[in-house]
Nanobody, 119 residues
Framework: VQLQASGGGLVQAGDSLRLSCTAS????????MGWFRQTPGKKRDLVAT??????SYADFVKGRFTISRDNAKNTVYLQMNSLQPEDTAVYFC???????????????WGQGTLVTVSS
């Protein structure tokens, strides 16, 4: 499975962005897809997940970010509204074919897309 993420960029506080992540290869049995983010020197944080139609969000993005999936396009989106400077990070999409007890364990990773939010 290969993941291609896109949609990052430079925006101002309060603006919106939509990230896209398209999966190719063996995609028919993907159980979950998710978005993580990471800033230099910090651990990677789980942002949002899509799993069998159920979605979940980290507390720090609830009410602002929305994850969705277009099965026909094998694409997962992350709509990010009301962006703040603290949302600045490299955003990674991820996918997995199995459910693990570790909610942050994923098998496949995209290359990351940089989101920069200026104040």
């Amino acid at each position: 499975v290969q993941l291609q993420a896109s949609g990052g960029g430079l925006v101002q506080a309060g603006d919106s962005l939509r990230l896209s992540c398209t999966a190719s290869g063996r995609t028919f049995d993907l159980a979950s897809m998710g978005w993580f983010r990471q800033t230099p020197g910090k651990k990677r944080d789980l942002v949002a997940t899509w799993s069998g139609g159920r979605v979940s969000y980290a507390d720090f993005v609830k009410g602002r970010f929305t994850i969705s999936r277009d099965n026909a396009k094998n694409t997962v989106y992350l709509q990010m509204n009301s962006l703040q400077p603290e949302d600045t990070a490299v955003y990674f999409c991820a996918a997995r074919s199995h459910y693990y007890s570790d909610n942050e364990r994923y098998d496949y990773w995209g290359q990351g897309t940089l989101v920069t939010v200026s104040s």
